[in-house]
């Protein structure tokens, strides 16, 4: 049986997908790190920024991204898109990595942001493993 290393990468503004991906990080004995902005920015802000799949700074990601065989990207889901700092990190990671996409949202339902988040994935020549709505 062969077991990958897996690296669950997530934002939380509230904390629920936070709560998500450390259980599912304790479920899979997977690693886990917070995507943290350098500036927090309102939800407002960050709603429009979110509409026109912006990109904002965010603070150094410490796993070695690399040395993963599977990242799982975990979102909230601000204006049917994923979250500026999550289109930031999706740059970090290398090519050719094994990416799951995870998206939290209060309908559970964000058919929207799919094609275009996954986009963003294959645009870094990584292939998207799969893509879940999670209701929170």
């Given amino acids: 049986?062969?077991?990958?290393?897996?690296?669950?990468?997530?934002?939380?503004y509230t904390g629920k997908t936070k709560a998500l991906a450390e259980r599912k990080a304790a479920e899979l004995g997977a690693d886990i790190e917070e995507i943290l902005d350098v500036k927090r920015p309102s939800t407002v802000v960050g709603g429009f920024q979110a509409m026109r799949r912006k990109k904002t700074p965010i603070q150094s990601i410490k796993a070695q991204l690399g040395s993963y065989d599977k990242i799982i990207l975990m979102s909230p889901v601000w204006a049917s898109r994923p979250t500026p700092a999550v289109n930031s990190a999706i740059d970090c990671?290398?090519?050719?990595?094994?990416?799951?996409?995870?998206?939290?949202?209060?309908?559970?339902?964000?058919?929207?942001?799919?094609?275009?988040?996954?986009?963003?994935?294959?645009?870094?020549?990584?292939?998207?493993?799969?893509?879940?709505?999670?209701?929170?």
């Fill in 1 to 12: 049986m062969i077991i990958l290393k897996m690296l669950i990468l997530f934002y939380s």
């Fill in 93 to 136: 990671i290398p090519s050719g990595k094994k990416v799951e996409i995870i998206m939290v949202s209060a309908s559970g339902k964000t058919g929207k942001a799919a094609d275009g988040t996954k986009a963003l994935v294959y645009g870094r020549s990584c292939e998207v493993t799969d893509y879940t709505d999670v209701k929170a």
